[in-house]
C-alpha cells in the first residue's frame, strides 16, 4: 500500500510525474492510500482532514519535483535518486506503445545519443555517425542501411585492435555484437542488416584459435566485400535485369513510395533497352518518400503520374504491371514493404494486374509473418499531425512504418534466381541455406 | 555465319535422325530432340568441352530452326516443348562438365547419363498412365481438349479396369475419337463454343501441355483457358499431363508474354495455377505450387 500504484503511473504518460508516496488514483477515488501502519480514520471529518493533509502533501512534493529537474520516475520513490551513470529519460516525452502494438518497442524521440552521452567515447566515429543518420532518417531503405553499415563496419574493423592474450574470433566477434547493437538503439534494425551481421558472425566463428589480428581483420574485410557485391550490388543488377524483360512498349507500371534500389535500377535498365513506358508513382503520408523517387524517373526522362494511395483504385484501372520494393520476403511468401505497399497490391490483385516484388534473396527470412501487428516498427507519431487538426483533440496516434502483402496478391518474387512463385520462397530458402543455389545469369 | 560442309552434313544427319524418330517411332518430340543431340555427342570430334558445348548448342539451334520451318513434323504444334526438353538436355551436360576434369571420363559419363535421361523419357508417358488413371474413376464422364498422347496414354490405361465415356472439343475431335474408337471407349465431340453447356455433365478435366511454366501453369492449345476457367466455376477437378522435360523456364505473367507470331490467331494460350487441381508428371502428382519447387531442383 505504500508504494505507489506503478500501472497507474504509467498508464498516463502525459500526466506529472506522481511522487512516491501517494498513490495516483488514490485521491479520486477517495480512499487513502497510505501505508496500513496508520489508523484508519473513522468520522467523516477525520476523513477529510486526511485528504486534506495529502493533498497538501502532495502539492509540496510536486513542487519539489519540478524544482529539482522532472527527471526522476515515480517508482525510484523520492528518496532515492536514479542510479549513478545511468541517464534517465525524461517521462513526459517518451510514449509507451500500448494496446494492439504494446509487443511493439516504442518509438523514441530522443536518439541513443543524448540519452547517454557517456557511450560515444567508446563506440567508433564511422558506427557513431551512421546511427545518428539511421535515427534522422538520412540513410532509409533496406538496401542502404545494410550498404552502409557493411561500409561503417569495415572502417571500425581497420581501427580494431585485439587486446592481449584474447582469442581474435571472441573478442572481434563481439566486437561486431556491440557496434550492431549500438546501432539497433538508434532504430531497430532491418532483415537486411539482420542478414549481414549474421554471416559477417558466421566468418568470425569459422576463425581458427591460431588466427592472428592482421588475418581476421582481412578475412572480416574480404568478407564485407564480397558480401556488398555478390549479394546486394551483382544480385540487384540481376534482379533489376530479370524485371525489366518483364516491361514493353506501351505499358504503364505502378510502383509505390520511393521504389528502393532495385526497382530504380529497374526502371534505368528498361530505359536503357529503349522500351517506352509510362510510371505511375502511388504515394502515402507521412514519409511521401515517392516525391524522390519522382526526380530519379525525371532523371531518367521517363513519363511520371503521381497520385496518392486513395487514387490507387483510380490509376490502377489503366496498370499494365506494379513493380514494388521490399524489406524482406518471409517464408510464407509474404513480403514486409513500406506501409501502403499491400493495400496497392490488393487493389492491383482484385483487377488481375501482376503485382512483382522485387527482393535480392538476401532478404529472404526464414520466419512466417501472417499480418502486419505481429511485428512492425512504430515512426514518429507527431508525423502524422496534420495543420488543421483541431486543437482541443489529442488523440493518440499510430505510425506504423511497414505492412505485410500477403503471398495471394503477389504474383511472382524477382530474386537474382528468376522469377518465384510466393509458394515457392520457402523452397529457395532452403537451397540458399544448403548453399546448392547459384545465381543464374 | 554460313556452316561448314562438314558440319553442315552433321547438321542433316542429326535432323534425320531427329525426324525419323518423330514420324516412325512417335515419340514426343522433346525426347527425340534429345535422342538427337545424344546422336551428335557421339559422333563429335571435338577434343574438349567447351567445343563439345558448343556442339549441343548448334544442334539445338539447327533442330530449332529446321522444326519450325517444317509445318507436318511438330503436329501443329509450337517449338516450346522441343525448346525446353533441348535446355534440359544442355543442363544435363552443364553439370556433368562441373564434375568432371578429364574430358574422355567426361564424354564417358555424360553418354551414359545422356542414355538414361533418354530412356527415362521414353519410359515417362507410361509412368505417368500409372500415376494418373486411378484418378478417372469407373463410370465417370472426362473432356479432353487437344489431342495430347499423354492424355491418351492415361486414358488407355485407365480403360483397362474401368468404363467411362469421354466428351472431346472439336478442333481435335475426330482425330481423338478415332483413337479412343480403338479403346472401346464412347466418345462425344462437341463444339468448342459448347464446353460450358456440358461441362455440369462431366466429372474431369484431362489435358496435355505444351509446356508447363515456372509457377506451375501451362500453356496449351489454344482454348484450354477457357475449359479451365469453366470447370473452375463449376467445381470440376483440372489435370494435366505433363512430362517433366516439358518444364520450361518462362514466367508469362499475362497472354502477351507467350512467343506467338500470328497475334491474331494464336495457337497456344496460358493457363494459370490457379485453375489447374493436379499435375501428372513421371516425377509424381504435383499440385502447381510444387512444380516450381521441383523446377528449382532440377536447374540448381
Known sequence: RGR?????AMAQPASEATPGGAAGGGEAQGVPGKGGASKKPTTKAERRALQEKQRAAKAAARGEAVGGGGEKKAKEGSAKGPPPGKAVPEKKSVPVSSGIVGHLPPFARQSMLTRC????????????????????????GANMRCAAMLAAFKAAIADYRCPPDVAVSRDLDKKLKSMFQFLVECRPHSVSMGAAIKHLRAVVARLGPETTEDEAKAAVVDAV?????????????????????????????????????????????????????????VDARPALAGRALLSFLRGLDLEATYVLLNAVAYAVREATTVFVGAEAVYSNGAALADAGTAALALVAATHNVPVLVCCETYKFHAKVQLDSLSWNELGDPDHLRADDDPPDLDPSRLHLRFDVTPDKYITAVITEHGLVPPSACAALLRELELGTAQPDP | SPPSPMEASGDSAMFEEFSGLVTKEDLAIPVAAIEA????????????????????????????????????????????????????????ATRTFLEFSD????KRALLVRGEAFARQSRASRDRIAELAHPFIRDGSRVLVHGRSRVALAVLARAAQSKR???????????????????????????????????????????????????????VNKIGTLVVAVCAKSLDKPVYVAAEAFKFARIFPLKQRDLPVTDTLRPPIDYTPPAYISLLFTNLGVLTPAAVSDELIRLYQ
Open chain 1, 4 to 8: 505507489p500504484d506503478r500501472r497507474k
Open chain 1, 117 to 140: 552521452p557517456r557511450i560515444s567515447s567508446e563506440v567508433h566515429p564511422a558506427i557513431l555517425s551512421l546511427g545518428l543518420r539511421y535515427a534522422s532518417g538520412e540513410v532509409d
Open chain 1, 225 to 281: 566485400e564480397t558480401f556488398t557485391h555478390q549479394r546486394l550490388a551483382l544480385s540487384g543488377r540481376l534482379v533489376a535485369d530479370r524485371g525489366a524483360e518483364k516491361i514493353r512498349d506501351g505499358d504503364v507500371v505502378l510502383t509505390f513510395g520511393a521504389g528502393g534500389d532495385a526497382v530504380r535500377q529497374l526502371f534505368a535498365a528498361a530505359r536503357r533497352d529503349d522500351k517506352r513506358f509510362r510510371v505511375v508513382v
Open chain 2, 37 to 92: 543431340l545424344l546422336g551428335v555427342i557421339k559422333r563429335s570430334k571435338a577434343a574438349t568441352m567447351h567445343g563439345l558445348d558448343e556442339e549441343l548448342r548448334r544442334g539445338r539451334d539447327v533442330l530449332v530452326a529446321a522444326s519450325a520451318k517444317e509445318e507436318g513434323l511438330l503436329r501443329g504444334r509450337t517449338t516450346m516443348s522441343l525448346v525446353s526438353g533441348c535446355e534440359l538436355m544442355m543442363r544435363h
Open chain 2, 103 to 106: 574430358f574422355d571420363e567426361c
Open chain 2, 164 to 218: 467411362f465415356s469421354v466428351v472431346a472439343t472439336e478442333s481435335d475431335g475426330a482425330a481423338v475419337a478415332a483413337d479412343l474408337r480403338d479403346l472401346g471407349l464412347p466418345v462425344d465431340i462437341i463444339a468448342d463454343a459448347a464446353v460450358a453447356y456440358f461441362m455440369e455433365t462431366v466429372d474431369c478435366v484431362l489435358l496435355g501441355a505444351e509446356g508447363v511454366v515456372e509457377n506451375g501453369g501451362v
